[in-house]
């Protein structure tokens, strides 16, 4: 006689699946456990510890600690102040760096609120001194602007692990003038508001004995204050540098670079600021990206003698002559056209050129080209500039065209006039050029243009037209 087998009704079945799996996510590894945990919010990993016996203190050993105000504001409580929601912020903070037992990888604090706790009361600088005495790896702080400093703990100076900084607030803390500082730190991002601190803009740039990548991002004061910004390093690779102003701001702002190892540089400036420019002997990849525009500079008068612009421009160009890519904006050409004479450095082993042109930028490419000796490829960005230029054929050909220039592409053409009688010339004089793209602006050319386009008499036999 058979015994009967007892049946399980699909919930029960269902509860054992379940609890298999959990006890399969249970039975792993704490390391593993942690690395799930990083994938959700500090305020879910905290929650977890509700699950059984096995999770309980296991949010205690999380390698990231990243906190991030916004999400207590999506749970805001009927009738409660801001205040209030920044204040249970900064306690469930408090309560995870007290009972936090294990080193720290990273460490995060994004504040999307104009929060007076931090700035009245210390608790950012506690946390990232806790952060700090864990062997924290990286810090990244985020604060919205509140027109006051941020003071961070002294002992951020000399932490031994501490290998990324990222910090977008206005901040100071006390550089020592003995010791070494930030032994370990590689990559450093900062943004400031209106830096007034002096100690930090002229020192801290210059103090990290192991800095790779560096990223500076200033909004400079206005016509009161004038802001030196000095970065010296031995072993930097990467530098970004932006600078933003507010209107009608102090001209008289100066940038000094000294980094001998330094491959890749980019600034973006719509101030114009004043460059000293050193010991560049590694570089390979520089975009500069400046705002300038001729006129409006003459009206306000901004720069006298009106000169300076140019002056300033070509000093910051002598500096990176080793470099093998440049990118210019239509800004350094207008600041170049204010020069009293034409000059550009030579650039011996630039290979790929990307430049953008508006009016000036006309009359000044054949001078540009003419220092490019060994130019092998360039990207031309025609800006909206209107009908009425006129391309003035040089006299003498750049050597680059005639002997080095294999590809050529032409982005934003409209068949205008001036545009037409520059690729003319330049399919004309490349006499080893390989292929020309032309990028037209959506419904600016028709087929009839591209004919005409083909029909250009062209230096090299072997080069291609493409009309995109």
């Not at 456990?33 to 509700?50: A, E, G, N, Y």
């Not at 114009?272 to 975009?287: G, K």
């Not at 070509?314 to 004479?341: H, M, P, V, Y």
């Not at 960005?381 to 003498?396: H, M, S, Y």
Request: glycine share 2%; hydrophobic share 40%; proline share 5%.
């Amino acid at each position: 006689m058979k015994k009967s087998i007892p049946k399980c009704g699909k919930t029960e079945r269902l509860q054992v699946v379940n609890q298999e799996k959990m006890d399969r996510i249970s039975s792993l590894p704490n390391e593993i456990l942690c690395h799930i945990l990083s994938f959700l919010p500090i305020k879910c990993d905290v929650q977890t510890c509700i699950l059984s016996s096995r999770w309980k203190h296991l949010w205690t050993s999380l390698p990231c600690l990243c906190f991030d105000d916004s999400l207590w504001f999506k749970d805001k409580h009927p009738g409660e102040s801001t205040q209030d929601v920044l204040t249970r912020f900064a306690n469930f903070v408090n309560k995870v760096l007290l009972f936090h037992s294990a080193d720290i990888n990273k460490f995060s604090v994004h504040c999307s609120e104009p929060s007076i706790y931090l700035t009245d009361l210390p608790p950012l600088k506690s946390w990232v001194s806790s952060a700090i005495e864990r062997n924290v790896r990286d810090i990244e702080l985020s604060h919205v602007y509140v027109d006051v400093l941020i003071e961070l703990p002294d002992n951020i100076c000399t932490c031994k692990t501490l290998e990324m900084l990222k910090l977008k607030l206005d901040f100071d803390f006390k550089i020592p003038t003995s010791r070494i500082c930030f032994p370990s730190l590689k990559c450093l991002h900062v943004e400031m508001y209106y830096p007034h601190s002096t100690c930090i803009t002229e020192k801290l740039f210059t103090i990290c004995p192991v800095l790779e990548d560096l990223l500076i991002e200033i909004h400079l004061e206005d016509k009161h204050s004038v802001t030196n910004l000095n970065i010296s390093s031995l072993t930097l690779k990467r530098l970004t540098l932006s600078l933003e102003k507010v209107l009608f701001s102090n001209t008289k702002h100066q940038v000094m670079i000294r980094a001998p190892n330094l491959e890749h540089l980019c600034i973006y400036d719509d101030t114009l600021v004043s460059y000293m420019v050193h010991e560049l002997y590694s570089l390979t990849e520089v975009h500069f990206d400046i705002e300038f525009d001729k006129y409006f500079a003459e009206d306000l008068q901004e720069f006298d003698p009106p000169n300076i612009p140019a002056d300033r421009m070509l000093q910051l160009l002598k500096g990176i002559t080793n470099t093998r890519f440049l990118s210019l904006s239509a800004g350094i050409i207008s600041a170049l056209d204010c020069a009293f004479e034409d000059y550009i450095p030579t650039f011996p082993y630039l290979t790929y050129l990307k430049v953008d042109i508006e009016e000036s930028g006309f009359r000044l490419l054949p001078i540009i080209l003419s220092s490019l000796p060994n130019l092998g490829a360039m990207e031309i960005d025609f800006l909206i500039v209107g009908d009425n230029l006129r391309w003035t054929e040089p006299q003498c050909v750049p050597n680059c065209l005639l002997l080095h220039v294999k590809k050529i592409e032409i982005c934003g053409f409209e068949g205008l006039k001036h545009e037409l009688e520059l690729v003319k010339y330049l399919l004309k004089n490349s006499e080893v050029l390989d292929k020309m793209i032309i990028r037209s602006m959506k419904g600016a050319c028709s087929k009839k243009l591209f004919q005409k386009l083909l029909m250009f008499e062209r230096g090299s036999k072997t080069c291609k037209v493409e009309f995109l």
